[in-house]
């Protein structure tokens, strides 16, 4: 059977998404770790969900990086660089208080927007763009968030609640060029920064453990953001015939 898979006759099967070993390791130690978060987000463990937030989006990269084909691509790269930028928006408010630690968290997450609109850039005449009826969801939701968060952010708050919220929604649009799953991780990413900004800025949304929903809903709109791209790559190598393999970093 082999040898008529080898000649042509049936298709080769699909590449994994994690073909390495390093890659599986880091997804396995990836979903621990997330599991355990969530437990200390739901039983207000503060210092085990902030030691083990820490760990979230370096083990992220690490899984992306050693699954994805190499020489890595400008797409692998960049989106990278916006795990990394979401990692210190997750770490370094911590050394501030208050509104400050807000605004720097808000400062690295729009760093990180910005990266992932570039990487996802070249394919934006796949994506939901293009199509005005797919489109009007996530323009409503910008809109719908800015109009709700405006009397709770006034003055400079505001036009960086505006500004983050363009480059989030511009991320999830372009998301959808790449790959179905980063078009859910997209739209996931958006709802879990949707609660954060009803609930700094609204009220509205404080139901119990909502650090749990939030970690939730961030942890997975990452992972389908990468798992998307790791799909974008096998396709393309699988389709190019270049017989490159998988690095084992």
Same mark, same amino acid.
């Given at each position: 059977? +082999?040898?008529?898979? !080898? ?5 080769a ?6 073909? $390495? *070993? ?10 621990? @770790?997330? #599991?355990? !978060?969530? #437990?200390?987000? %739901?039983?207000?463990?503060? $210092?085990?969900?902030? %030691? ?8 992220l ?14 797409? %692998?790269?960049? #989106?990278?660089?916006?795990?990394? @930028?979401?990692?210190?928006g997750?770490?370094? /408010? ?33 994506? %939901?763009?293009?199509? /005005?009826? @797919? ?17 709770g952010?006034?003055?400079?708050? @505001? ?9 989030? *929604?511009a991320?999830?649009?372009?998301? $959808?060029? *790449? !790959? ?5 991780g ?15 800025? +609204?009220?509205?949304?404080? /139901? ?8 939730? $809903? ?7 953001? *990468? ?23």
């Open positions: 059977m +082999t040898d008529v898979v !080898h000649h042509g006759l049936l298709p099967p699909p590449p994994r998404l994690l073909p $390495t *070993v390093t890659s599986r390791a880091a997804a396995v130690a990836l979903a621990m @770790l997330t #599991v355990l !978060h969530l #437990v200390a987000q %739901v039983a207000e463990a503060s $210092t085990w969900a902030r %030691v083990t937030q820490v760990c979230l989006m370096p083990l990269a690490a899984t992306l990086w050693c699954a994805a084909p190499a020489p890595r691509s400008r797409l %692998v790269r960049l #989106v990278v660089v916006a795990l990394g @930028l979401s990692w210190l997750d770490t370094a /408010p911590a050394a501030f208080e208050g509104d400050a630690a807000f605004l720097v968290m808000v400062g690295f997450f729009l760093l990180a927007q910005v990266a992932y609109v570039v990487a996802f850039w070249p394919s934006r005449r796949a994506s %939901v763009a293009r199509r /005005p009826a @797919l489109l009007a969801p996530y323009a409503l939701a910008a809109v719908a968030l800015v109009v709700a968060c405006a009397p952010a006034p003055g400079p708050l @505001l036009g960086a609640v505006v500004v983050y919220g363009v480059c989030l *929604v991320m999830a649009v372009l998301a $959808t060029g *790449v !790959h179905p799953l980063a078009g859910a997209g739209a996931v990413f958006l709802a879990s920064d949707a609660m954060i900004a009803l609930g700094a800025f +609204t009220g509205w949304f404080d /139901p119990p453990a909502s650090g749990f929903w939030v970690m939730l $809903t961030y942890v997975a709109g990452q992972a389908l953001l *990468v798992a998307g791209v790791l799909a974008r790559s096998c396709s393309q190598l699988s389709g190019s015939g270049t017989g490159v393999k998988p690095a084992r970093s």
